[in-house]
Every structure is written in C-alpha cells, then in structure tokens.
C-alpha cells in the first residue's frame, strides 16, 4: 500500500523530482498511517500481501517456462516419426484447499500445450492428455507445489 501511495503522487504530479520525491514519501508515510489506523490495516498485512505477489510472480515466470518446453514437446512428438500418438484421460486428486487456487491449477494444465483441463469436481481433477507421457506426475507437478506455497500465506 505504502508503495502504492507513493507511486500515485508521484503520477499525479506529472514529473519526478527530489522535492516532489521527498514530500511524496511524507505524504504516503502519513496515509498508510492513517490507513493502519482506522482500516484495521497492519505491517504484517503488507509483508503477507508483498510475500503472495512475489510467489505470484514465481508462480506466472514458471507458468510461462512450462508453457514454451511444452510447446517444444508437442511439436517434437507431432513433427517426429514415431508411432501413433496414444490420448489418455487422467484422473487425480489434489490437496488444495481454497476455489481460486484449484482454478488456477486447472488454467495451468489447460493453458500448457498436450493438455485440457475436462473436470474439475472439488478437488479431483480430470484431464485430457494428447500422449501418455505427459500424464506423468501431474498430481506432483511444479505447479501443484507453487500453488499450495501461494495457498499457505
């Protein structure tokens, strides 16, 4: 929040200088004060709210890693002259907890090439793979773990 009142004076002033720079962490200093104040806001509010939008962060740079080496793997298996590939449907069971974050597990198997997202009842998944192989470990994946850790704060 602090962060926040100060980079909205500093827009809504138009330039950047040291006297603008100076009053602006006054004047943000004394908001977020009056914010933790009357707003049940507290220190420890912004540390958890800093904590999940860093793991948040790590959470969409992974997302986005897996996504472009699934591209690569798809390709590889259509472009290569292998056998027939063989679709499966799989079915596992995750130990989240909240809606949000079972929903964004669910969007990271569907957005990441090779695989849909069919179902999504409670916690129990199912999921459309175009080749067995990339039905390993979907129970366990990167994505699992990075969202129980963005569940936990």
Known sequence: MLLLY??????FNGKVTPEICVFGVVISLAVFAFTCRFMDYSIKKEIAVARRCIRFFNYVVVL???IVKANFEVMHMILSEREELEPALVGFHSDLQN?????????AITLTPGTITV????????????????ADGMDSSVFVELLSGLEKE
């Open 119 to 134: 179902s999504l009842e409670g916690s129990d998944y199912v999921v459309h793979c175009l080749d067995e192989s990339l």
């Open 99 to 107: 809606p949000t974050v079972r929903v964004l597990l669910a969007n």
């Open 64 to 66: 986005v890693r897996e």
């Open 6 to 11: 100060f980079v909205l004076w500093v827009t």
